[in-house]
């Protein structure tokens, strides 16, 4: 199976104010309680939305088996030879790789992806039938969700998956003039996809917290 493609909504002051200095604090200087912290608020959210628990594939007692594998209370080994009980320095590299590799993009999905609205956040735009009408309609769309043209917003050091570029302001006003070029689409079901994608533009045009990323999954 190919890579997969998605547009999602993302709060950029929770992961610059709170995500990122939680993991710098982890991953330059061995302190996680910060980090845990927020695995803990992760459990809460997850509790309170149950849907999105199964979605991810993450509840409480596998965040709990977090916690405990990042403290070393839980024993893990990513590859049956090394182990995060390991005493001579590995272990720590081991818990690093762990909440980089392995809860990152899960916190961030919990935590910078708003979902208070009502607003489905992320829009999948691999599989979407919308892509054809957005190709055939505007180069600057396809060049842009098939990274032959780059957002301006940076590459976010955590991802949402295997990779995320962020738009910024400039990028965002550019694909809402593209989708303005535009009638929208006939068929219902299409119609409500582009409703969708026009949505989430405006919430992260309206919002100073709120940029669009492009992630790979």
Known sequence: ???EVQV?????????????????LFLEKDNHTSLIELLRECIQKLDA?????EEL????????DDIGILTGTVYYSPDGNRSNQDKNG???????EYAREVLASNI?????VPREKGLNPTQDMTNNPLIHYLYGRS?????????ARPVHGKSLELALGESSEAFNKQDIQEFTAE???????DDPDLRKEFNKLRALLSAAAENPDLTLVLSIT
Not at 8 to 21: D, G, H, S, T
Not at 90 to 95: T, Y
Not at 108 to 112: G, P, S, T
Not at 179 to 185: Q, S
């Open 8 to 24: 999602v909504l993302f709060n950029r002051r929770i992961y610059k104010e709170r995500v990122l200095p939680a993991y710098k």
């Open 57 to 64: 594939l993450w509840n409480r007692e596998i965040i709990e």
């Open 1 to 3: 199976m190919g890579a």
């Open 49 to 53: 939305n149950p849907r999105l628990a």
């Open 108 to 112: 961030l999905r919990v935590l910078c």
């Open 179 to 185: 989708l303005d070029k535009m009638p929208k689409p």
């Open 90 to 96: 590995e272990s720590d590299r081991i818990k690093r």
């Open 139 to 147: 180069k600057w769309i396809k060049d842009v969700l098939t990274f």
